[in-house]
């Protein structure tokens, strides 16, 4: 059985009486060792719903509805307060794209790896700060005798993110979510860091949902995509499979307009409009008003599937 | 002749010490001896790491900053010592697009307003024609010109990234400097907005120079490109020439970093080590020494000589073309998608 299970989730926002559906009846699996890729534009629901199965909304009108999120056989969803504490920051970390914003400026580097293991493995000081310097090292920060003991500002924008990943990496957990991990580095620290998230992998087995807009980075890094649109899952598959032949016209379109590596001024391939307000989306498939090949029952009905929810999807059966 | 000429620009800032009480004073040398040419209807692409003096290169060619040293041509006027008049010439042929479009824009003001403050500033049209004028602007960047009354709040990233570049365009400018205007917005809208430039470069023979960390979309754009690490071009070239046969190692990393959607290509086993250090704290030598895996005794030690292929220049003691993986010098797209 994969690791983690999530099964129709949806996060909904109460905007003072009428609900909006953010993410909509989400499910994925993901296994030990496994990296996922949760491609999507801006407001697709990739990180809501990453949000949302950690139970950490980023606010009060924000709640998760219906659906099962199974962590090693636990349903997260059925947790009371005190329970999903010791799963967040546990079991299941996470990540951001902006380190300097997520580490406390005014914290050295090593109390704050060490205060998550005292907390949940209750560990003494001395012994916290011993595997602080420990993960410090996994990440692949030099010297990390004396690194320990230094604040966020003292370190450049790619080391904060590894020292990030080593806050998350403190209590050994099973899953990791990197949301977007990368995406405010420059492209050399990006290998750097993108190296390390599969060498993590690969020593402790440890299993990532990578939240990115980036194909490119999918494409290097992941084991499997999934692919975000307007709050709904709609394709999901092996990156193999997935790159090399999308189902859904809207995965098609993002590959198409990647700048692709070929040289010459053609213009690009480009997806016509923008996705819709999730207060004002058109009837049936959400990606209908933006999509080369309507159909029929585009119009009329939302497409199901947990490959392709497509109605007629690329590349011949359903 | 060049409708931009630079030569051995230099840009400092005064970073700490105040030069009083035997404090001594520590600059940063943002920009240090860049020499570069841009013809008209031209379009060369500026990449680089954070902090490599990109922004603050392309900031000074429009005497938005301070220059230290050297000069900057425009049509054959040196601005760094240019009158109030030049200067005042200099704006009305040149323009800049930022990156983040929301914060480029007044939220105070509706986009009708924004694009006919430009024109009434620049007197680009009689009082009468403003009016004409922003309607036809907005559809040039492919706005409907109904959107003249709405505000930056009420439209998306890509419709304001439009604006800035309606704006731009406003004083019918010659040459227009884009920095980084495509890294805040999405994939699919990022395609429209480079096709758009594409478009109305060779539409009005625009010179651009186009500001980038996205090295995918500078060969797709850009005529030629330079490379900046710490200040310094370290290469620069026709495109082509640059991204199929770099001669400077710190290229040859940067291409090497781009990720590409190909599923059966890895990551780089042994990515470009370290991060670029501070311009305080200049490496001696070569600056790139100490990231680079050809470096040499001699790289810490003297200036890497210029040399010069044709039209592909570059600073580094290596003489030969550098290796890429194979799937780089083919040049071509990687995902072969069957439909």
Known sequence: MSLLQVRDLSVIADNGGHALTLVDRVSFDLAEGEILGLVGESGSGKTLACRGLMRLLPSPNLRVQGGTVHLAGQDLLRLDEAGMRAVRGGQLGMIFQNPSSHLDPLMRIGEQIAEGIRLHQGASKKDARRQAIDVLRQVGIPDPQARVDNYPHEFSGGMRQRAMIAVALGCNPKVLIADEPTTALDVTVQAQILRLLLDLRDRRGLSIIMITHDLGVVAQSCDSIAVMYAGRLCEHGSKYELLAQPRHPYTAGLIDCQPAHSSGHALLRTIPGQPPLLDALPGGCRFNPRCPQVGALCTELLPEGARVACHYPLGGRP | ???????????????????????????????????????????????????????????????????????????????????????????????????????????????????????????????????????????????????????????????????????????????????????????????????????????????????????AIVRRLCDRVAVMYLGKIVEEGPVEAVFTAPRHPYTAALIEAIPQIDPHRPLPAQPLPGEPPSPLNLPTGCAFHPRCRYAQAMCSVVLPPTHSVHEHRYSCVLEHPLPLPAHHEQGVMTCNRAI
């Open chain 2, 1 to 215: 002749m060049s409708l931009l000429q630079i030569k051995d620009l230099e840009v400092r800032f005064a970073a700490s010490g105040s030069g009083l009480f035997g404090l001594s004073k520590q600059w940063v040398r943002a920009v240090n001896g860049v020499s570069l040419n841009l013809a008209a209807g031209e379009t060369l692409g500026l990449v680089g790491e954070s902090g490599s003096g990109k922004s603050t290169l392309g900031r000074a060619i429009l005497h938005l900053n301070p220059i230290s040293a050297g000069q900057v041509l425009f049509d054959g006027v040196d601005m760094a010592r240019g009158s109030a008049i030049d200067i005042a010439r200099l704006r009305r042929e040149t323009a800049m697009i930022f990156q983040d479009p929301y914060a480029a824009l007044n939220p105070r003001h509706s986009i009708g307003e924004t694009l006919a403050e430009v024109l009434r500033v620049q007197r680009k049209v009689a009082p009468q024609n403003i009016r004409a004028r922003v309607d036809e602007l907005l559809e040039l960047v492919g706005l409907r010109p109904e959107l003249a009354s709405r505000k930056p709040g009420s439209l998306s990233g890509g419709q304001c990234q439009r604006v800035g570049i309606a704006r731009a365009l406003a004083v019918e400018p010659r040459l227009i400097v884009a920095d980084e205007c495509v890294a805040a917005l999405d994939v699919s809208i990022q395609g429209q907005i480079i096709n758009l430039l594409l478009e109305l470069q060779q539409r009005m023979n625009l010179a651009i120079l186009f500001i980038a960390h996205d090295l």
